[in-house]
């Protein structure tokens, strides 16, 4: 199979990269083809010829996104609205990676599938619009929605927690917003799966299990053997630019139905850092 990932060189991408054999894999950066430039994403794909193309390029800045909506659709819409017009061109499967921001947090039991789009925030407003435009153009598109990515070659929570907790005797952590941790290893494993078994649709991809910000980075500390104290505070607290949803875990029920188990988001947690110490 013959396989193109844009968004390579993010935290997601770098994991697909590493876990994806058997394939032929093209990996592209932003500096490979800025998604935004229509012509030349339909360059690149009909160079690559794939069968299925991975979306994992994005505008992730959530509180960017805030500040800067023009851009956040123009990528995080529009952009991907570009790859999907060649994909539907070259008759390539298309495999979105989208967000649980797409909800609104209101919910106190796991997000389905079919619960209702209603974001709060910029991001989560481009995400959720560029859902409903892939399905209008190529209803046939796999969208993974996925939350609280951490792992290796980026921006990773457990690491800010680590560096922060080596320097300081206590920390502050929101302890009113609820999710699911996901390791990019564990997730771009189930990407693959969902390619291999040609998915479609819109499927719920986390660890499994959930918790707090606080909780996580109590867990992180407990795992390192740290002595730092781990405090609860609001998001009132904690301002900042975009809304967060206070609550958005989400259901494993649609990868079940694929038959796909995610692990744990502590032994996902415990596997990163193990994996870290290996490397640092
Ligand atoms: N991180 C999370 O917690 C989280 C949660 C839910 C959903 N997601 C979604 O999961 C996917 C992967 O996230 P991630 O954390 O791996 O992202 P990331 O680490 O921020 O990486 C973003 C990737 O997108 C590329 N990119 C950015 N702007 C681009 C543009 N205009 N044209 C082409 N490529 C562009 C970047 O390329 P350069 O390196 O060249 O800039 C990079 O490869 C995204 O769709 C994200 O929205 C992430």
Redo the contacts with the bound molecule.
């Keep these: 199979m013959r396989v193109t990932v ?8 770098k994991a697909l990269l590493h876990e994806w054999r058997g394939d032929a894999v093209t990996g ?4 490979d ?4 430039d229509a012509e030349r994403v339909q360059q690149v794909v009909r160079e690559t010829r794939p069968q299925w193309i991975v ?7 959530v509180d960017g996104c805030e500040g800067n909506p023009d851009l956040a659709f ?3 819409r529009d ?1 991907a609205m570009n790859v999907a017009a060649v994909a539907k061109e070259v008759g390539a499967r298309l495999l ?6 797409v909800f609104d947090g209101k919910k106190t039991t796991a997000y389905e599938i079919s619960d209702q789009r209603n974001p709060q925030s910029v ?1 989560g407003r481009a ?1 959720a619009e560029a859902e409903v435009k892939l399905l209008e153009l190529m209803p046939e598109c796999c969208i993974a ?5 951490f792992g290796t070659g ?2 990773s929570f457990p690491d800010t927690i680590l560096r922060l907790a080596a320097s300081r005797p206590a920390l502050d952590v929101v302890n009113d917003q609820h999710g699911c941790p ?1 390791y ?1 290893t564990d997730l771009a494993r189930a990407m693959i799966q969902l390619c291999r078994k040609n998915a479609s649709g819109i499927v719920h991809v986390t660890n499994s299990g959930d918790c707090t910000w606080f909780e996580f980075a109590q867990e992180i500390v407990r795992v390192a053997g740290l002595a730092t104290t781990v405090r609860p505070v609001s998001s009132q607290q904690m301002a900042r630019p975009a809304p967060r949803p206070a609550y958005s875990v989400l259901s494993q029920a649609s990868l079940q139905v694929l038959g796909i188990k995610m692990p744990s988001w502590h032994d996902a947690l415990r596997r990163y850092l193990e994996q870290r110490q290996l490397t640092t």
């Design positions: 844009f968004g390579a060189s993010g935290l997601l991408g592209l950066s932003s500096r083809a800025d998604i935004r979306l994992a390029a994005a505008y992730t800045d123009a990528v995080n952009g979105f990676l989208s967000s649980d921001y991001y995400k929605r996925t939350s609280w990515l980026g921006k996901t990019t």
